[in-house]
């Protein structure tokens, strides 16, 4: 069973740069036709959909976020990571890895999720 696991500062300052790992176990990142996901959600708001990484190392990003956004892989530790920079308050969410096999791009489709993980942003 594919396992995702979130880690990171749990309190980033304004205007600096939030950088999360997702180390995934029972399975590969390089795996045909999965694709690797980072959604997040506000305090008490929805999901939002924040970007991915596919098996060949492309990457999509949600247009509203897309300036500020990085995700990139490290295949011989099966791990991905987000980097979103200039952060504010407004940034403040629970983070969530996630596997979408069937090319969702969205919050919808995910099969294997994280825990998730508390970030405040915060001076």
């Known amino acids: 069973q594919v396992q995702l696991q979130e880690s990171g500062p749990g309190l980033v300052k304004p205007s600096q740069t939030l950088s999360l790992t997702c180390t995934v176990s029972?399975?590969?990142?390089?795996?045909?036709?999965?694709?690797w996901s980072w959604i997040r959600q506000p305090p008490g708001k929805g999901l939002e959909w924040i970007g991915s990484i596919d098996y060949s190392g492309n990457t999509y990003y949600s247009p509203s976020l897309k300036t500020r956004t990085s995700i990139s892989r490290d295949t011989s530790k099966n791990q991905f990571t987000l980097q979103l920079s200039s952060v504010t308050p407004e940034d403040t969410a629970v983070y969530y890895c996630a596997r979408d096999p069937q090319k969702v791009l969205g919050t919808g489709g995910m099969d294997y999720w994280g825990k998730g993980t508390l970030v405040t942003v915060s001076s």
């Open positions: 029972g399975g590969s990142i390089t795996t045909n036709y999965d694709y």
